[in-house]
């Protein structure tokens, strides 16, 4: 062996395995995006007794661009999710103890709140789901369920699940609130009644996946169209999908039926 170079013989045995468990606090840690919690560990024989000199040490489980964890217990969320955390319980002659926790990281509170897709104006009878969207101060999605409200239940009502029904012809404004958060809508009624339905679309055939977009006018008993008024969509059978614009896409080959219905016509 040249001078210069040495080498060292090493011989691992197996060390006994270690009969205990490691308790981590807090258990089912929560924390805002940004904030950060330090977890701490214990190792614990059967007896419910503190291992003496037994280490914890903690390591990033998965994840690592949603979060940060230092040896020490150290999380902190980056974005929301769960973080998956390694827990290592060290005893000196013996097998270490593995043991996983999670934090789970939630979005900052609402900030922003949006009605998507808000139809401007309805007939009698004409019943629309409305959908929100809930972010954060830095943009975060939230799942809220808002609180809804009319400011005229006569003309337009609106249930808890945000669904509303124009009543009468004339104009009210639905809100929609999360916590002190809260945006709203104009909803006219028009006071023209709808006799019949007709609907056009841009192609009678098509290949899986093509869009084919869908219009429809809805018009009185003298066959005037009423502006500004939009269908509620919906296709049979369901391996279909067409959006509240009337653009279809179809997922399998086969026949399909695109109906628009304007209060109770179709």
Known sequence: ??????????????????????????????????????????????????????????????????????????????????????????????????????????????????????????????TVALRTRTQSAIGDERRDRPIWRSSAPAIVRVDAEGVVTAVAPGRATITASVGDVRTSTPIEVASARVASVRVTASAREAREGDVIRFTASARTAGGTAIAGVTPTWSVSPGNGVIDEMGAFVGYEPGEYTVIATFGSLG
């Open 1 to 126: 062996v040249p001078p210069f170079l040495q080498v060292a013989a090493l011989q691992l045995q197996q060390a006994e395995p270690l009969d205990a468990r490691i308790v981590v606090r807090p258990a089912n840690a929560e924390i805002v995006v940004g904030d950060s919690v330090r977890l701490t560990g214990e190792v614990r024989d059967r007896a419910g007794n503190v291992v003496p000199n037994a280490r914890v040490v903690f390591r990033a489980g998965g994840g690592s661009f949603e979060g940060r964890v230092d040896s020490t217990g150290l999380v902190v969320g980056g974005a929301p999710t769960t973080i998956p955390v390694t827990v290592i319980g060290l005893v000196d002659g013996k097998r270490p103890l593995l043991d996983r926790a999670f934090v789970r990281v939630v979005p900052g509170p609402a900030a922003h709140v949006s009605i998507l897709s808000a139809p401007g104006r309805l007939v009698i009878g004409q």
